[in-house]
C-alpha cells in the first residue's frame, strides 16, 4: 500500500497561512520543523509550509465528510472567501466533480498564496 506521507507547499508567509489552514480547513498546527511549519492533515499526513515564493500555484484536494464539508463552507461563508463548484469559477456553488474515489460534491478556493484548494464528500445530503 502507497499513501501520500506529507506535501511542501511553497507559502509567502508561513504565520499567514498557518492561521489560513487552521481556522478554515480546521488542520492543527504541529509546530516548527527545520524550515517547515507542519500542519496535520490526517494521523499519516501532513503538509509542510516552507516560507518561498511560490513557484506555481498548486491544487490541493481533500476529501472529508459531509459534516466537516459543511462546517468549512460555513466558515468560508463567514469569512467572505469567494469559492465555486469547479476550479475555474467562485459562484457559491457546490457541484458534482470526478476524483480519485470517483464523483463527489466539491468546491474550490484559493488560499492566501492563490493556491487553489478543493474540498470533497460523497457523504450523502
Same mark, same amino acid.
Do not use: C, K
Given at each position: 500500500?502507497?499513501?501520500?506521507?506529507?506535501?511542501?507547499?511553497?507559502?509567502? %508567509?508561513?504565520?499567514? %497561512?498557518?492561521?489560513?489552514?487552521?481556522?478554515?480547513?480546521?488542520?492543527?498546527?504541529?509546530?516548527?520543523?527545520?524550515?517547515?511549519?507542519?500542519?496535520?492533515?490526517?494521523?499519516? %499526513?501532513?503538509?509542510?509550509?516552507?516560507?518561498?515564493?511560490?513557484?506555481?500555484?498548486?491544487?490541493?484536494?481533500?476529501?472529508?465528510?459531509?459534516?466537516?464539508?459543511?462546517?468549512?463552507?460555513?466558515?468560508?461563508?463567514?469569512?467572505?472567501?469567494?469559492?465555486?463548484?469547479?476550479?475555474? %469559477?467562485?459562484?457559491?456553488?457546490?457541484?458534482?466533480?470526478?476524483?480519485?474515489?470517483?464523483?463527489?460534491?466539491?468546491?474550490?478556493?484559493?488560499?492566501?498564496?492563490?493556491?487553489?484548494?478543493?474540498?470533497?464528500?460523497?457523504?450523502?445530503?
Amino acid at each position: 500500500m502507497v499513501r501520500l506521507d506529507h506535501l511542501i507547499l511553497r507559502v509567502r %508567509s508561513a504565520p499567514a %497561512s498557518v492561521r489560513f489552514y487552521a481556522a478554515v480547513l480546521g488542520f492543527t498546527h504541529e509546530g516548527r520543523q527545520g524550515p517547515f511549519e507542519v500542519l496535520r492533515i490526517a494521523p499519516g %499526513s501532513v503538509i509542510d509550509l516552507l516560507e518561498a515564493e511560490p513557484r506555481d500555484e498548486a491544487h490541493l484536494a481533500f476529501h472529508m465528510d459531509r459534516a466537516r464539508f459543511s462546517r468549512i463552507r460555513e466558515r468560508l461563508l463567514a469569512a467572505g472567501i469567494p469559492f465555486g463548484g469547479d476550479p475555474f %469559477s467562485r459562484d457559491g456553488l457546490i457541484r458534482p466533480q470526478f476524483g480519485a474515489g470517483g464523483w463527489a460534491d466539491a468546491l474550490y478556493f484559493h488560499d492566501p498564496d492563490h493556491h487553489n484548494l478543493e474540498i470533497r464528500t460523497d457523504d450523502e445530503r
